[in-house]
């Protein structure tokens, strides 16, 4: 562990979070951005963040020589600075120390933003937030998020391995005879018809054979002109698929999953969880509700019509609305179990009992969130296979591989996938899942 | 850490690695798929794999029913079985132990396999393999190719995340306009023309503002119809970029991420290892070689035409040939530094003190695999960017937010890409690149 390895010496020999008691008396070198700078009398105060947080180094005029101290005329907004100075404690700061500064230069000067960084009103920027991107990304509620999504990641990832689980890298260009469709990207694979993978569901469930359990965040695409806070056209969904794995089975996966990335972002992200307004996230308690469909879709119905006025909730799926307000409903995740099977993909199993409805569930994320991932027991017979894709008016013709797939040892597996960028949205409790991306892409975003 | 999670206990209690002598006297249930299965009079031998090995199983006809002695004339390869029995200790196994079968039933019967599995001769069957990739993947060869893989992505990226580096998520699909070029695959975005992202080298310098030193595995695309044994079309690039880094600090992370990654693999894939026939995998000696360009060129140049009939090698860049004979020459991955400016991108910083010279360098594998990484210093200032660009031929309106952006607190930084793929293909020594993806595409593969 080298939290310095890669930064030149000559920029940097201390984080801010190095500022510390325990340190006095060290020289220290520490560059980064200003954040805020304010001049009052003889006194400066200077706010530099770096990839550890913020610091807040004072200067005494007198401190300084006569050059340093008129140059700071120039500390505008993110421009960048390099600080030398002894570490000395000190009660009043937050950790007990502060850096005595003796040399302070600017290593780039910034021009003024064209967007307010500071500004805390996400609602009311927002278009300008998009359209300069690669600069809001350093709004201190976008740090915030992004630190969070990063925790998520890491412990997504070790969450899996320490189970046993192994890495799998699926295709993302498709033969565009695969699975056509109108909600997917098209691509031009030197002159053939290709698309961007929607979803990788048929290659997921080939890696079985090689390694019983699989994961990934991998990334998929929708071509689907959707403008709601919880779509955007290119995102990762945690794969999961498992070998000799039921309905029940990957309900106990998802459900420790969230428990793990939960405490773990609470153990690592305390300053960022409040930054948000986020210090109301708790640690689910397991095993999380499960709700059969039919229940969940009474409930959600009566839910929606009392909240919303004039709706009324339609036959089949769940609409958007009910599963919203089902989703208020609850504090924690939860599970809806057992759809009919004429609402599921061609490739989810049936109850040997009642071939209506199938093994599949879907994880909702409470608080007006709504679903987070899909999942189910898979068909794992080939006839089977092409009795359920001819029923959904398909051709089994173009599935051939992936049919024919299941005469060579056909295991009986199950698996799901969960929203990456969904469970990132659900945790941070950003209003819209565009925030919890940093070059978002969406019907109206392409650029940056 | 609970490597049994997700397995229903219908199927499995044990994996094939739990039959121990330690386990003496447990009661287990494993599944899985058959391997070998050989009957010899009054005894049967079936070899059956799971994700953690494979396990010989030792039937006698009087151990078990008739029905189960007569059901094994259905004991295909790939076949999927359970078997139930006791561990009992055994010092003619390599794990000290057997299963001592008690039931036996098939799971899911195989048919006869397209491909022969257990041929060796991967040259032979090479296109073979890939029209049936969803079956070959479970070739010995493979399972152990991609059990490496895994150990490699995972030892990437704990020595990130244990170095205090970040992960970052660029985007995939960009605006036709950012960058153009005819090695770029085209999507159609909404009517809108788009590419999908050679290279994310703007998108991860915007980042580092947000967290200094970031890294990811991150997919990108080239639309080259190269046939050689080190291309394809979709790959994934170790990316990384540090602010206030430099050429220095940038070689000393990659020489300790190989150092780390070879390290991590011997001590956790030795079998794997042995049956690539890749025992001769060292630890490189560390600080790896740094060559200066012109020497390397001169050296290339050299070696190429001594051992090539007929090669001469051309001005410029290391043609393939040379790069090739250059990295026979070692057995430890080396630097080439130093590659004058008009052979690379607009983004590279010169030298200060000579401007026709950059301060970039490739990593470069050994044993004739050629290079693994390119990077270097970056220009963070924004009226050399549109210099450069000028220079180079191209319209830095066509860069705008990128070039732009260093207006706002540009900080000196270095940065590389290292191709994930690239780096299997030398740790596990396969021949071709393709063989190190589950489902790789080239100008002749898009499917499966």
Chains 1, 2 share one sequence.
């Not at 020999?13 to 008691?21: E, W």
């Not at 089977?384 to 040892?409: A, H, N, Q, S």
């Not at 949205?425 to 950003?430: A, E, K, L, Q, S």
Request: proline letters at 5%; charged letters at 30%.
């Amino acid at each position: 562990m080298d939290t310095k390895l890669g930064y030149s010496s000559k920029y940097k020999t201390h984080l801010t979070s190095d500022i510390t008691k325990e340190r006095e008396g060290e020289e220290a070198l520490i560059s980064g951005w200003i954040t805020t700078f304010r001049k009052k009398g003889k006194i400066a105060f200077i706010k530099i963040r770096d990839a550890a947080g913020i610091a807040q180094i004072v200067v005494k005029k007198d401190q300084v020589s006569e050059e340093i101290w008129e140059s700071m005329s120039d500390f505008t907004m993110e421009t960048v600075i390099r600080i030398k100075g002894t570490i000395v404690a000190d009660d009043r700061s937050q950790t007990g120390a502060e850096l005595k500064p003796e040399l302070i230069d600017i290593i780039a000067k910034s021009d003024t933003l064209p967007i307010d960084l500071t500004s805390k009103k996400t609602e009311t920027l927002i278009d300008t937030i998009f359209e300069y991107r690669q600069l809001s990304i350093r709004r201190p509620e976008s740090i915030a998020i992004f630190k969070i999504k990063h925790h998520i990641g890491q412990a997504v990832r070790q969450f899996y391995t320490s189970n046993g689980f192994y890495e799998i890298w699926t295709p993302y260009i498709l033969g565009a005879s695969t699975e056509g469709g109108a909600e997917m990207f098209k691509v031009d694979y030197f002159n053939t018809p290709a698309v961007l993978a929607q979803s990788n569901q048929f290659y997921k469930q080939a890696t079985i054979p090689v390694f019983e359990k699989v994961f990934g965040i991998i990334p998929s695409w929708r071509a689907e002109k959707s403008r709601t806070p919880k779509h955007i056209t290119e995102f990762h969904q945690i794969e999961t698929e498992i070998a000799f794995g039921t309905d029940e089975t990957i309900m106990e996966v998802q459900e420790k999953l969230v428990h793990h990335v939960v405490s773990h972002v609470l153990e690592h992200c305390k300053a960022e969880l409040k930054l948000l307004g986020r210090e109301n996230l708790k640690i689910p308690t397991l095993p999380l509700k499960r709700i059969p469909f039919p229940e969940a879709k009474a409930m959600g119905t009566e839910l929606s019509e009392a909240a919303i006025d004039g709706h009324k909730e339609p036959e089949g799926d769940l609409s958007t609305p009910a599963e919203t307000e089902l989703s208020k409903h609850y504090d924690d995740p939860f599970f809806i179990i057992r759809f009919p099977t004429e609402l599921r993909g061609m490739y989810y199993g049936s109850d040997p009992d009642d071939e209506n409805i199938t093994l599949s569930l879907d994880l909702v994320a409470p608080e007006g969130i709504g679903e987070l991932s899909s999942g189910g027991v898979r068909v794992d017979d080939p006839d089977e296979l092409v009795e359920r894709t001819l029923k959904k008016g398909m051709d089994p013709e173009l599935f051939k591989w992936y049919i024919d797939m299941f005469k060579f040892g056909g295991a009986p597996h199950a698996g799901f996938g969960l929203g990456f960028e969904r469970l990132v949205r659900w945790i941070t409790g950003v209003s819209h899942i565009r925030e919890a991306v940093m070059f978002p892409r969406t019907p109206d975003l392409l650029e940056p």
